[in-house]
């Protein structure tokens, strides 16, 4: 087995540092639970126009299920959106093509070998299904992985999934060498810091640090954390939020980075509009993503936007019991209506026969 090539993982890096909107890839179903490859395509076809400059596959928003041998979709799904991927953008353009790992490390190894295979970039790891097991061996297994692609560390909110992962844990992981970039998804602030201090203060600066905390997105993309000079950022995101108005995330990412706000040049008001859009967008991921119930339909919600704006044929998952929550539909409807500024309904509409494949 060889390792990583080391000037792709160079490229990689700088992609990756220069600040990138990565969707979560979600999975198209029909309504009797059939997988739509001309949906899923379609979907891709959505991002790379929209400006993506990456996406993740395979990974929660994907459905963990894909790998079960029930459905046997793992390979199915990353070959398909692998392809559409190399077919439908320029080959210059730079991309970051990322497959979500998963399971313990004999699975990882199976899973990140496939995704090498098909040109996948760089693995996101989960520890799900690890989370009892103490952290020495944790860090094992992930450097087992970055053995074979690039590595994107992954802290996932306990409450679907994930545990707790204290400083000294990412100050460890932040030592392997092939970690290109850590997704921060804990939804929680003091959690958050501690994985920008910890990288700070390892002195690595080509991981690059991308949020997932759905709840507070524009937050996170704003703050100098005060470690390091300069002070480290969070420069991107790497978000199940992103499958869904993917085009006005990349021209919120343009904001945060120019600086410019539209509303005011007072530094006062401006930092009180950037908190009221902070609210607001969460607001909106609050329909989708269901912390009503414990986030039990956050997928869903996702594809059911996905679903009213025809990039999905229906809102199902994998699994039955994976249903809209009581009244999840209702707060859909509101935040569709009080929020058309992080929705991407006209762009959509424009291109979707194209995207869909119709002329």
């Given amino acids: 087995m060889s390792s990583p090539d080391t000037s792709e993982t160079d490229r990689l890096r700088s992609h990756l540092a220069a600040g990138q909107v990565i969707p979560a890839m979600p999975l198209a179903l029909h309504d009797d639970r059939t997988w739509s490859e001309r949906h899923q395509r379609a979907l891709v076809r959505y991002y790379l126009d929209a400006g993506a400059g990456g996406l993740a596959v395979g990974v929660h928003t994907t459905q963990f299920e894909i790998r079960d041998k029930k459905h046997?979709?793992?390979?199915?799904?990353?070959?398909?959106?692998?392809?559409?991927?190399?077919?439908?953008?320029?080959?210059?353009?730079?991309?970051?093509?990322?497959?979500?790992?998963?399971?313990?490390?004999?699975?990882?190894?199976?899973?990140?070998?496939?995704?090498?295979?098909?040109?996948?970039?760089?693995?996101?790891?989960?520890?799900?299904?690890?989370?009892?097991?103490?952290?020495?061996?944790?860090?094992?297994?992930?450097?087992?992985?970055?053995?074979?692609?690039?590595?994107?560390?992954?802290?996932?909110?306990?409450?679907?999934?994930?545990?707790?992962?204290?400083?000294?844990?990412?100050?460890?992981?932040?030592?392997?060498?092939?970690?290109?970039?850590?997704?921060?998804?804990?939804?929680?602030?003091?959690?958050?810091?501690?994985?920008?201090?910890?990288?700070?203060?390892?002195?690595?600066?080509?991981?690059?640090?991308?949020?997932?905390?759905?709840?507070?997105?524009?937050?996170?993309?704003?703050?100098p954390f005060p470690w390091g000079e300069p002070s480290l950022r969070i420069v991107g995101g790497l978000l199940g939020q992103w499958a869904v108005g993917t085009r006005r995330a990349v021209r919120l990412l343009e904001e945060v980075r120019s600086g410019e706000n539209s509303a005011t040049d007072s530094a006062t008001d401006s930092a009180t509009d950037w908190a009221a859009r902070n609210a607001a967008l969460t607001d909106f991921n609050s329909a989708l993503f269901d912390p009503a119930h414990d986030f039990a339909g956050c997928i869903t919600g996702i594809n059911e936007v996905l679903r009213r704006s025809g990039l999905l044929p229906s809102r199902k998952c994998l699994e039955p019991d994976e249903v809209l929550s009581p009244g999840q539909s209702e707060e859909i409807d509101r935040v569709l209506r009080r929020y058309p500024e992080w929705h991407d309904a006209a762009f959509i509409e424009e291109h979707l026969p194209r995207w869909l494949g119709h002329k």
């Fill in 72 to 223: 046997d979709l793992f390979e199915t799904v990353l070959r398909s959106c692998a392809d559409e991927i190399a077919g439908y953008r320029r080959s210059d353009d730079p991309f970051a093509r990322i497959a979500g790992v998963c399971g313990t490390t004999e699975q990882a190894r199976r899973e990140v070998e496939l995704a090498r295979s098909l040109g996948y970039d760089a693995a996101l790891l989960s520890l799900s299904a690890m989370r009892r097991t103490d952290d020495d061996t944790l860090l094992a297994h992930c450097r087992d992985v970055a053995e074979i692609l690039p590595l994107i560390g992954f802290y996932l909110q306990p409450s679907i999934g994930g545990r707790t992962y204290g400083y000294r844990f990412w100050r460890d992981f932040a030592e392997i060498p092939n970690v290109v970039a850590i997704k921060i998804a804990p939804f929680n602030r003091y959690a958050t810091l501690e994985v920008v201090r910890a990288v700070a203060e390892s002195g690595r600066r080509d991981i690059a640090l991308y949020t997932g905390n759905d709840d507070n997105i524009i937050h996170d993309l704003l703050t």
